[in-house]
């Protein structure tokens, strides 16, 4: 047989038809890339958390108090462990006139202790349980941690001038007065008047829990959340 | 507010804490939850089936029945129960929305009884997830226009006054209407037929005559052809005029399809009877003959099922051109493969590729009429592949297009489409209207003045009845929780139309409007406490008594500030002044800093002495009495 060029294209059509029809029938394995199918595993999480006693030692909510807090958590991230994504659209809901993404992320990295990506309930329950039944000083030291954003130990101008746009952005564009550029920068060097005791252009947190204490309109808001749950 | 991350509330107060240090002001105080009661699992008793919920997750949404004390109608106290008499399988999706924040639309539910039901409980259709919408969208549609379809069958009934031509009108387009129509509608289409077959015979070879051969019968019987298509030109003639006449709109008539017909009909006989003299055009003159064929669409007027099939080829013409594209794509493809596949046999029809577009036609089509077969071993495998390919390109548009003859048989779609941009963008505007009440509902109720923070300190039954509006304590919190943050910012939350003005009144402003304060706390302390009073003249607030709306000045300019002591604490004297102050706890005492201009406004120069004067007058003022908008002129 005299196979000349088309002749032995159509062959091979032939050829490559019979082997697709050969893998249909499972005769012939195929080889796919299964990595595709192993990232699927890999979104799934899901996290349960420790027990009720546990939890119980370990913050100073009580079981009721747990009880509800886990259902409204678990309500709203059924997969047990919130993303920052997940975060920062929740937080957003409650200030529909600004963009809460970037204090809500600041939040994030305060909550997410361990520094893993997700919050899961036993971040979230000990940080809460700072916040509303820790003391003055656990409090103010949680502040701090929020705003030193690098976790060095020091709060920088640059460090609260981001918080501080945070802030600020969360209030959007309409707002009385206007929002000026330099508000959040002024607003900073108040703050540094205020607790850069010993003006090395830095916050320790010496410096902060020190200044707040002796405040008192700082002291007083710290109490103002207490009823909350 | 988004009632589905509720749960999320207190977490969100808690982390409010990260402000405080950073907050110059002091924090308006914190709304107390009034009935301190442990949440509480409720029985919803719904036609005999009993639902148990939290009620928290009721009091998510509270605009609607379920969440509002509008359900306390439905107690009943024997039992303890709130019981409803409504179907319980439609409850299930509403109590569903409750816990997960998303109302589903169940599809084998009733969409009239599924919108009843939403009626009751007080719930918007709009909120109904994205996954359930086009559902449900789609079923009311249906419904819509079934309803629709029924009216218009009721609508035929003789309508008083119409003259003549509306009569006639009438009689064409529906020959039911009449004993007269209904023979017209008969005529003509006898007259339809009698011509179609006319035309056909015409060509029939009838009979030869011993010494010619074949000759049709139109050549042989020539008279006799010629008064029957003069007969029935003249009958369609006068069917047109008639319709031309009796038509409302001349114009649009002439424009439509059916009209285009008939003059497609009867134009070939006319320009036969000026042309025929002429031999040369003859050949266009049998051309137009063909024209006489169209004659049989007339007949679409008189069936619904050819009227239907003409809609559905028009509304499938992406579905046409998508078969034709990819038929000729194949065909193409194909042509040139058996053309380069048989060049090397010895005669071969396969001269060329548009020469082998007929084979490859007739192949995919699997007529295989056989007068082309490709002869070598790769045109044969090719040409298999081919008529397999053709059967599967041309039977995957066909299952679409008769589903949409189908549908198009209820529906008319290009009104459809038109409705369903309104529509979409009527759902829109009510579901971002309903997300941003929860920030028109923060700034109405600063309008108001009614921070329920404050009435509840010590005593707080008067301050109760003082509130016109009782907002749910999730509502309060919320609110609370923003005024932690224009606190902290010092700077306040407005709308839309007041920024538009602030930002006008801005660039008129020459100068800033800060007079120099005696305090010793400056920039955003003193800011924070008179800028805000200084808006509420602005605002049309309920009991704002005749004193201080006398103090509304129009023009912008210089205003006093009230130096302030913020107190320590929430001192007993405050507490006193629990429903004057409000929240202007800081502005107790005002301290004027600046010399005025003398401007005719009243008692509110004196701030001392009013502070003082309004503890005994019990109304909810602002503390504009503290401040003066002095005018420049």
New interface residues.
């Given amino acids: 047989m005299n196979l000349?060029g088309?002749?032995m294209?159509?062959?091979l059509?032939?050829v490559v038809l019979f082997v697709k029809v050969l893998e249909q029938f499972g005769l012939l394995e195929a080889s796919y890339d299964d990595s595709v199918e192993d990232e699927l595993e890999m979104s799934t999480v899901r996290h349960r958390p420790e027990g009720l006693e546990q939890l119980e030692a370990q913050t100073k909510f009580s079981r009721?108090e747990l009880q509800?807090?886990y259902?409204?958590?678990k309500?709203?991230c059924p997969s047990g462990v919130v993303n920052e994504d997940t975060f920062k659209d929740?937080?957003s809901?409650?200030?529909?006139?600004g963009d809460a993404s970037t204090y809500a992320h600041?939040?994030f990295n305060?909550f997410d202790t361990d520094h893993n990506g997700s919050v899961s309930f036993e971040d979230?329950v000990m940080?809460?349980s700072i916040?509303?039944r820790g003391s003055v000083q656990e409090?103010?030291n949680?502040?701090f941690n929020?705003?030193d954003i690098n976790k060095d130990g020091y709060i920088t101008k640059e460090e609260m001038l981001d918080?501080?746009k945070s802030?600020?952005d969360?209030?959007?564009?309409?707002?009385?007065?206007?929002?000026k550029e330099e508000?959040p920068r002024?607003?900073v060097e108040?703050?540094f008047q205020k607790m850069d005791k010993n003006k090395d252009g830095v916050v320790t947190i010496d410096e902060?829990i020190d200044c707040?204490q002796n405040d008192?309109?700082?002291m007083?808001?710290?109490q103002?959340?207490e009823?909350?749950? | 507010?988004?009632a589905?991350?509720a749960?999320?509330?207190?977490?969100?107060?808690?982390?409010?804490?990260?402000?405080?240090?950073?907050?110059?002001?002091?924090?308006p105080?914190?709304p107390?939850?009034q009935s301190k009661r442990?949440?509480e699992l409720i029985v919803l008793n719904v036609s005999g089936r009993r639902f148990q919920t939290w009620r928290t997750t009721l009091e998510r949404y509270p605009d609607t029945l379920l969440g509002s004390s509008e359900k306390e109608f439905f107690y009943n106290e024997e039992t303890k129960e709130y019981f409803f008499d409504r179907d319980p399988d439609a409850f299930r999706s509403v109590l569903n929305f409750y816990?997960?924040g998303k109302l589903h639309y169940p599809r084998h539910e009733c969409i009239s009884a599924y919108d009843e039901e939403l009626a009751f409980f007080g719930i918007i259709p709009e909120i109904i997830g994205d996954c359930c919408y086009e559902e449900y969208k789609d079923r009311k549609r249906e419904n819509a226009e079934r309803l629709m379809d029924d009216q218009e069958e009721n609508k035929d009934s003789k309508l008083p006054h119409m003259n003549f031509r509306e009569t006639m009108w009438r009689a064409f387009e529906n020959p039911h209407t009449s004993t007269m129509a209904l023979v017209f509608y008969y005529v003509t289409g006898f007259f339809i037929a009698i011509s179609v077959i006319t035309n056909v015979v015409e060509t029939v070879p009838c009979g030869s005559t011993p010494n010619q051969k074949d000759v049709p019968c139109g050549e042989r019987y020539t008279v006799a052809f010629f008064c029957m298509d003069t007969a029935c030109v003249m009958i369609f003639t006068v069917e047109y005029l008639m319709r031309l006449f009796a038509a409302p709109s001349r114009y649009r008539f002439m424009r439509s399809v059916m009209s285009i017909i008939d003059v497609v009909a009867i134009l070939p006989y006319y320009i036969g009877l000026i042309m025929t003299n002429n031999e040369d055009v003859s050949g266009a003159f049998v051309t137009l003959r063909v024209f006489r064929v169209f004659r049989i669409f007339k007949f679409s007027r008189h069936s619904q099922g050819l009227r239907i099939l003409g809609y559905t080829l028009k509304s499938c013409a992406s579905e046409l051109g998508f078969l034709l594209f990819s038929l000729t794509m194949a065909i193409i493809i194909f042509a040139t493969?058996m053309f380069?596949?048989e060049k090397?046999s010895t005669s071969s029809k396969f001269t060329s590729i548009p020469a082998s577009f007929w084979y490859t036609i007739v192949t995919m089509t699997t007529l295989g009429y056989g007068d082309m077969v490709p002869k070598?071993?790769?045109g044969k495998?090719?040409g298999s592949?081919c008529s397999l390919s053709g059967v599967l390109v041309i039977a995957l548009p066909v299952p679409v297009i008769v589903s949409n003859f189908s549908r198009i048989y209820h529906q008319n779609q290009r009104a459809d489409k038109r409705r369903a941009q309104k529509v979409q963008k009527a759902r829109l505007a009510r579901i971002r209207a309903a997300?941003?009440g929860?920030?028109t509902a923060f700034l109405h109720s600063k309008r108001n003045g009614l921070f329920t923070g404050l009435p509840q300190l010590q005593g707080s039954e008067e301050g109760d009845q003082q509130l016109n509006k009782t907002a749910s304590l999730l509502e309060s919190q919320?609110h609370h929780?923003?005024h932690?943050?224009?606190k902290?910012?010092?700077?306040?939350?407005?709308?839309?139309q007041?920024?538009e003005q602030?930002?006008l009144e801005?660039t008129l402003q020459s100068c800033p409007s800060r007079s120099p304060s005696l305090s010793s706390q400056e920039?955003?302390t003193s800011?924070c406490c008179c800028?805000r009073s200084r808006?509420n003249p602005h605002l049309p607030s309920a009991g704002v008594p005749p004193t201080c709306q006398r103090s509304l000045q129009e023009l912008s300019a210089i205003h006093i500030q009230c130096g302030d002591q913020?107190p320590?604490?929430t001192s007993r004297s405050s507490l006193n002044m629990k429903l004057d102050e409000g929240s202007r706890l800081n502005c107790k005492t005002g301290l004027i800093t600046t010399a005025i201009i003398s401007v005719p406004t009243p008692p509110a120069i004196s701030p001392e002495g009013d502070g003082q004067s309004l503890t005994s007058t019990n109304v909810q003022t602002p503390a504009s009495s503290n401040v003066v908008k002095v005018s420049a002129l």
């Avoid at chain 1, 209030?171 to 206007?178: E, N, V, W």
Wanted: hydrophobic fraction near 50%.
């Fill in positions: 000349e088309l002749e294209i159509a062959v059509v032939v009721k509800i807090l259902r409204g958590f309500n709203e929740i937080y809901q409650f200030f529909p006139q600041f939040l305060a979230f940080g809460l916040l509303l409090k103010l949680w502040a929020l705003y918080i501080m802030i600020y969360m209030m959007g564009k309409c707002t009385y007065p206007i929002l508000t002024q607003h108040i703050f902060f707040c008192e309109n700082i007083r808001s710290m103002l959340f009823n909350v749950i | 507010m988004a589905g991350v749960a999320w509330l207190p977490f969100a107060r808690a982390a409010a804490i990260g402000w405080m240090p950073v907050a110059n002001c002091p924090m105080i914190a107390r939850d442990q949440d816990r997960t493969v380069y596949a090397g070598t071993i790769a495998i090719f592949i997300k941003s929860s920030s919320h929780l923003l932690c943050l224009e902290t910012t010092a700077h306040e939350f407005v709308d839309e007041l920024y602030n930002c801005g920039g955003p800011t800028r808006k913020p320590l604490s």
